[in-house]
């Protein structure tokens, strides 16, 4: 079955530093990969995808995502926090007709 | 621009009501999708369409019906059969194996 864990519920970070949210995924064919970010009370924006060729990715906002096949992981990162990136990060993956998403990581920015 | 609306953003629903959330794209997209989110759980599947005049049922749809008459429109109703209604509802669309566009959520009470 397919699924997707995102082991981290909260992170905290501070403005300036770097950030890595992990993302591993079930899925017996090739995934189609992607991240969310969602602010509060809004909906779900885009951040970046894959679906195959150079495993690294880049995505809005300055985020980037590496997809390891070995590790069954699409973890994201950025090289320097701003205070605007402080939301909730969701992982999904693309089986079929259907999305499956992971609970969620929620970013906290501190100055 | 092109894009998903939800409406009302916060509906407030009486014991043994029904209530209708609302959900239109321009995008022409031929799939749609219906998400309950609660804190810490992630997302999770209500209802999908690929067509018109089709829909499936997703992981959690005992106490929820939808419609698809027309492609850009696919209402989700609450019924009274379901017992814990408090949650974000979040509406999505999808073109072929892109990602899901999602509109801005509506919060649905009890009272």
């Known amino acids: 079955a397919q699924s997707v864990t995102q082991p981290d519920i909260h992170i905290t970070v501070s403005e300036g530093a770097s950030l890595e949210l992990r993302c591993n995924y079930s899925?017996?064919?090739?995934?189609?990969l992607f991240w969310y970010v969602q602010s509060p009370g809004q909906g779900l924006q885009l951040l970046l995808k894959?679906?195959?060729?150079?495993?690294l990715v880049q995505g809005i906002k300055g985020f980037e995502a590496e997809f390891k096949r070995s590790q069954s992981s699409f973890n994201l990162r950025k090289p320097s926090v701003h205070w605007s990136d402080a939301a909730e990060y969701f992982c999904?993956?693309?089986?079929?007709?259907?999305?499956?998403f992971g609970t969620g990581t929620s970013l906290t920015v501190i100055p | 621009d092109g894009g998903i609306t939800q409406s009302p953003k916060y509906l407030f629903r009486k014991e043994g009501q029904n209530v209708t959330l609302s959900c239109e794209q321009n995008?022409?997209?031929?799939?749609m999708y219906w998400y309950r989110q609660d804190p810490g759980q992630g997302l999770r599947l209500i209802y999908y369409?690929?067509?018109?005049?089709?829909?499936q049922k997703g992981d959690i749809a005992e106490g929820y019906s939808v419609s698809r008459e027309k492609k850009e429109s696919f209402p989700l109703t609450v019924t009274s059969a379901q017992k814990n209604p408090t949650a974000f509802y979040l509406c999505?669309?999808?073109?072929?194996?892109?990602?899901?566009?999602f509109g801005d959520g509506t919060r649905l009470s009890i009272l």
């Open positions: 999505a669309s999808r073109e072929g194996n892109q990602p899901q566009h």
């Open positions: 899925y017996g064919a090739t995934p189609y």
């Open positions: 894959y679906f195959s060729g150079d495993t």
């Open positions: 999904a993956v693309g089986a079929g007709n259907q999305f499956y």
């Open positions: 995008l022409n997209h031929d799939a």
């Open positions: 369409s690929q067509i018109v005049n089709d829909f």
